[in-house]
Structure formats: structure tokens, C-alpha cells
């Protein structure tokens, strides 16, 4: 137990969450390098196979075997026992980005600094803010031309309501950029440009009030400096550990990946901050992750692309004790016993069986089409259930029958079985059946996905024709006649297989009136899986 407690509390488990290029990789790959766990910046995964064309899609997840997007990096620092999790964009961009973030306990937000808050930094905020983890912003790309860093934290903060707390403050930008002033310890890191950003890059650090400093970084700068520093000790929301836990307040960093500016700091600071394994709900109240007693849930399923072996991987997060793999567990929804077989960890680009894991720890599972996204597992003797992984709201949807009618049959059972893996949602229209059905995607390439598996997998062809919705939300009121229910001339009332309803937008001003138009009307963004 005490040495259980001791490898629980130094995890550390945390998803980086950007838009794409605002430099994820890029600050994943130096914080690797501080770890030891690489050598050389570049190698957390090839430029190739990350921006990958969508139709070599399909080779490239049968050569990874395993998506490279599903990766968990584990990595030692400072005693710290870290796993980052990589939330997936470009083309790659899924339900499964979403569920990824269900399985940490605090989240990194990259932004690109000339940028600002981009669309998918957006969505991905959503769901850290209704699990309120806490939320760490890394301010990127400081040695190009920057956006005024208080027009950036005024954005963060209006554009996604949260309240930030400068840790450090930039000393200029682009080439004029020199460093950092940290507030805590009131002193200026100055960096030398280190090129390839690798570990050795110098960095001189100088006390505010050395009275070199202002010859050191020139006359103006320091002025400047000290305005914004008077500036921000006055007016900016002052640091409460409490409030950053409580997912209120977000620490700013900022720095510059590629030169390797500032992330030291950011890791230092940041693993101060950031929590050990938080407890998780479950129907019988609050499991503590110190515990003797193991418990999972499955956050991800990753089907095999392999057409001659149904088998899948199922990703979980281990929320208390330890995982022994010569233990039996207990598989709550299946109501069986068993052993996971062929549990592995992933480590940069390699993956490895282990033989024991702890809770902040994610494994993946041989999955012999047993498990479901949201199963729980635990010792064997005790019996609860996490709170289900809710629905996210799909962003792209397309009418979807089969060629031959004949294949009815085969369609249903491959559409169904897709959509259990969490790769699609579907919905029928209102009081119709399964001969024509609408699905919904997050990311475009699961279209693609779905037309591939159907016909390789099941042999079934399907035709196509996209919706113009952009918005869902289902509806919580649990007495909702939706044959009264008016709503704008582009809503379409439909529902999914278990009959709840919903409803469909082209633009989110419909679902403004049609939320005025209907009183009482309560809709939501995420559905109760
Ligand atoms: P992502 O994972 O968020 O999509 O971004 P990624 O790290 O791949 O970075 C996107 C691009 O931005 C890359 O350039 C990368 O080198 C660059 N980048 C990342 N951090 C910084 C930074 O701090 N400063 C500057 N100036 N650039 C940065 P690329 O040309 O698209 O790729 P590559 O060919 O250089 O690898």
C-alpha cells in the first residue's frame, strides 16, 4: 500500500490540447528531451506520417497497426512519473480527441502567439471546462511576431471565460525576443538562441534589480519591461493555487518551443501545479486513487484494421491502485472475470508489454470485442461503474443507404458496430428504421473511414450525400412532444437508436430561436452516452 501510494501520487497525467500547428508536437518533443526519454528533438513522430494525405489513410493506419494518434508518452523528470496524452488534430481530429481529454487530470493549452485562440483550441476547452480540470496555457512561438500579450490574455479570457495568470512575462518578440521575466522569483532568464532547441541552450539569469540588467537587455526593453510589470502586479488576477485546481484560473507561460525558450520553467512550474491522480465519480461515490483496490475505465477503442482479426484495442485509464497483469479483474458491464491480455504502454514510438501499471496510468488492453467506451474494471470482489463518457456533439453529417438492398442485413450490423467503437454516431429520422440513416462525424476522415470499413469489413457499399448541419444538441427536457416542438425553417427534428431526440442546425443562430420559440426548452452540447 505505502509504495502503492508513492508511485500514485508522483504521476502526473495531462492532454495537450492546440489547434493544429500552434506547435503541440514541438513542445511535446522538448519536454520528452528534458525527461531523457529521447535524444534528439524530432523524433515523437515523423513530419510524414503526422500530416499525412487523407487518402493514404487507410495504409498508414494498417503500417501503424496502432494509431500513432492514440499515443500515451510516459516519461520520468524530477522524480515525476509523467504521461502526456496526445489529443489528435488535422484530418486525424475524432470523438476521440474528446474522449482522450476524459482520461487526464489537467490540461496544456498551446497557443501560437501571433494567432491567438483558433477554433479547435475552442472545442477542446469546452470539454476540459466541463470536467474542470485544470487548464495550463503555453503561450508559443515567442521568436516570431507576436499579437500584443495583453490583447492575447484579454482574448483567452473573453473568448473562453476563464481568468489567467501570467507566471512570466515576454521580454519583446520575434527577433527583438530575449527572454522571460519570472514574477515568482523576479528574475529575467535571458536565452540564447539554440538553434535546433536541444537541452544544452544557455540560459543566463539576472535579478530585476541588478543594476546590469537594463544594459544587458537595452534601455527601451527594460522600460517597457518595468511599465508592464508595474502594470500587471496592479491589475492582473492575482495566483490562487486553489482556483488553478478548481479549473478557474489558468497560468500563463510563455516561450518558444522550437528555440526551446521557456519550456524548462513551464515543466517546473507546471508539475508544481498541476495535481496527482484526482478522484473520479463512480455510482457508489468517489473512488480515491490511493487505493488497494484497482479500477479502469475505457476511454477509446481502437479497432484493428486487420480485416482477418476482429480484435481491437481498448485504451484505459487506471483511476485507483495498481495494476498486477497476473491478476484477475473484473469487467463491471460484462459481469465477468478475467485477465487483460497483452497489456502495453506506449513509450515515444515504441510499445511495450507491461506487467504493472498505476492509477494515472494509461494501458491499452487486448479487446476481444467484449468491451464497450465507458466499461469499468476493478479487483475482483468489488462492483461499481465510472460515470459514462458523454457523447460529443459531431460536426459534419451525411445521409447514408446502402447500393444493394439486399445487404440490409450486413449494413446494420457494420453501421452499429462501427458506431460501438466510437468512431461514428448514427441517427434515424423520426419514427423511421434503419434502411436510411444519418450520421454524424467530428472529423471529415471518419467518413472515409466508415465507407472503407463497410466495404472491406462487412462488403457492403454505401452511398453518401452530405447534410448542411454543423450543430446538434440533444434535448434534456424528459416530457417533450416533438411534433409540437417549432423550431427555424433549417431545424430537423431526428433521434438516435435508443430513441432520444434531437435536434439538427445549419448555423447556431437557429438554435437561439428556436430555444426562444420553444420556453422551457433545455438543450445541451454533450449526450448521455
Ligand atoms: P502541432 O503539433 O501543434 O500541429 O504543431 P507542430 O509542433 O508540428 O509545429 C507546427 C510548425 O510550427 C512547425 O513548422 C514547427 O517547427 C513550428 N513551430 C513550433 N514551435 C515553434 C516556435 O516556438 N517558434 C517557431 N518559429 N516555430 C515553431 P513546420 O515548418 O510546419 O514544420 P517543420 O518542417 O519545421 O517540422
Keep these: 500500500m505505502a509504495d502503492n501510494k508513492k508511485e500514485i501520487q508522483r504521476r502526473r497525467t495531462f492532454a495537450i490540447i492546440s489547434h493544429p500547428d500552434a506547435g503541440k508536437t514541438t513542445l511535446t518533443e522538448k519536454l520528452l528531451l528534458y525527461g531523457g526519454a529521447i535524444n534528439l528533438a524530432g523524433s515523437v513522430k515523423g513530419k510524414a506520417t503526422a500530416r499525412h494525405a487523407v487518402s493514404d489513410w487507410m495504409e498508414i493506419e494498417k503500417e501503424r497497426g496502432i494509431s500513432v494518434t492514440s499515443s500515451v508518452l510516459q516519461f520520468e523528470y524530477d522524480g515525476y512519473c509523467i504521461n502526456i496524452l496526445d489529443t489528435p488534430g488535422h484530418q486525424d481530429f475524432s470523438e476521440d480527441t474528446y474522449r482522450t481529454l476524459m482520461a487526464a487530470d489537467s490540461a496544456v493549452m498551446v497557443i501560437d502567439a501571433s494567432k491567438g485562440v483558433e477554433a479547435q483550441t475552442r472545442k477542446l476547452f469546452k470539454v476540459c471546462v466541463m470536467r474542470k480540470i485544470p487548464i495550463f496555457t503555453f503561450i508559443n512561438k515567442m521568436d516570431r511576431e507576436a499579437n500584443d500579450t495583453f490583447d492575447l490574455l484579454d482574448e483567452i ?65 527594460f522600460g517597457k519591461l518595468t511599465d508592464e510589470i508595474e502594470l500587471l502586479d496592479g491589475a492582473s488576477t492575482p495566483f490562487r493555487l486553489d ?28 508539475l508544481k501545479m498541476t495535481t496527482a491522480p484526482l478522484p473520479r465519480f463512480a ?45 484477475e479483474v473484473y469487467h463491471v458491464q460484462g459481469e465477468k472475470k478475467m485477465r487483460l491480455s497483452q497489456p502495453q504502454q506506449l513509450m515515444a514510438q515504441e510499445r511495450k508489454v507491461v506487467e504493472e501499471a498505476y492509477a494515472g496510468d494509461i494501458i491499452g488492453v487486448f479487446d476481444p470485442g467484449l468491451f464497450s467506451i465507458g466499461d469499468t474494471f476493478c479487483s475482483p470482489g468489488r462492483k461499481f461503474a465510472y460515470e459514462g463518457i458523454p457523447t460529443f456533439a459531431p460536426e459534419h453529417f451525411a445521409r ?80 417533450i412532444d416533438m411534433d409540437s416542438l417549432t423550431g427555424t425553417s433549417d431545424m430537423k427534428k431526428i433521434q438516435d437508436l435508443k430513441g432520444r431526440p434531437l435536434l439538427l442546425f445549419v448555423n447556431s443562430w437557429s438554435i437561439g430561436m428556436t430555444l426562444d420559440r420553444n420556453k422551457g ?9
Design 283 to 327: 455510482d457508489v461515490g468517489v473512488i480515491d486513487p490511493v487505493s488497494e483496490d484497482f479500477s479502469a475505465f475505457v476511454f477509446k477503442i481502437q479497432a484493428n484494421m486487420n480485416k482477418a482479426h476482429r480484435d481491437r484495442i481498448a485504451f484505459m485509464r487506471i483511476c485507483s491502485g495498481k495494476f498486477d497483469a497476473s491478476q
Design 400 to 479: 447514408v443507404r446502402q447500393v444493394d438492398t439486399m445487404k440490409r442485413k450486413q449494413f446494420v450490423k457494420g453501421v452499429t458496430q462501427i458506431a460501438q467503437e466510437g468512431a461514428i454516431q448514427i441517427f434515424q429520422e423520426l419514427h423511421s428504421g434503419l434502411e436510411e440513416i444519418i450520421v454524424g462525424v467530428v472529423g471529415v476522415l471518419q467518413f472515409d473511414v466508415l465507407k472503407y470499413r463497410l466495404n472491406n469489413e462487412y462488403n457492403v457499399e454505401i452511398i453518401m450525400e452530405n447534410l448542411p448541419y454543423e450543430y446538434i444538441r440533444w434535448i434534456e427536457n424528459t416530457d
Design 243 to 270: 482556483e488553478v485546481q478548481a479549473g478557474e484560473l489558468s497560468p500563463v507561460f510563455f516561450g518558444s518551443a522550437l528555440t526551446n525558450f521557456g519550456v524548462q520553467t513551464f515543466l517546473e512550474h507546471f
Design 157 to 221: 479570457e473573453k473568448e473562453l471565460g476563464i481568468a489567467t495568470c501570467p507566471m512570466n512575462w515576454p521580454i519583446g518578440s520575434g527577433k527583438a525576443f530575449q527572454g522571460v521575466y519570472d514574477r515568482n522569483d523576479r528574475e529575467v532568464s535571458l536565452f540564447s538562441d539554440t538553434q535546433r532547441g536541444t537541452k544544452e541552450g544557455e540560459i543566463t539569469k539576472v535579478s530585476i534589480n541588478d543594476p546590469k540588467i537594463q544594459e544587458i537587455i537595452g534601455k527601451e526593453a
Design 521 to 529: 426548452l433545455i438543450l445541451s452540447e454533450f449526450g448521455r452516452s
